[in-house]
Nanobody, 125 residues
């Protein structure tokens, strides 16, 4: 049974940094793409960033110069380094992974089979 467990959320002032981590466990699970989505209050869950097994990352436009996604295939982990945080980054952040997702569906949350429970990130102004 595949499980994704996030860690690293918290409260930070605007301009600060946080690092989110997600560990995938469960048998021989080898996710093709691992990603991060976020859901702010009153809004739908939205794509943030994703990374392939080869290390190729893609980002939502508003975070691409501030956030960096990395993964360790041997440990089945993915991390999101968030710098220059803004109040509008406040949201619950979810880790997602899928073993068969195709590249063109990377930003589509419905294409991911496995999800973490979410971790709160709050950025104060």
């Amino acid at each position: 049974q595949v499980q994704l467990v996030e860690s690293g959320g918290g409260l930070v002032q605007a301009g600060g940094s946080l690092r989110l981590s997600c560990a995938a466990s469960g048998g021989t699970f080898r996710p093709r793409i691992m990603g991060w989505f976020r859901q702010a209050p009153g809004q739908e869950r939205a794509f943030v960033a994703a990374i392939s097994r080869s290390g190729s990352g893609v980002y939502e436009e508003s975070v691409k110069d501030r956030f960096t996604i990395t993964r360790d295939n041997a440990k089945n982990t993915v991390s999101l380094q968030m710098n220059g945080l803004k109040p509008e980054d406040t949201a619950v952040y979810y880790c997602a992974a899928d073993p068969t997702i195709i590249t063109s569906e990377t930003r589509n949350q419905r294409a991911y089979k496995y999800w973490g429970q979410g971790t709160q990130v709050t950025v104060s102004s």
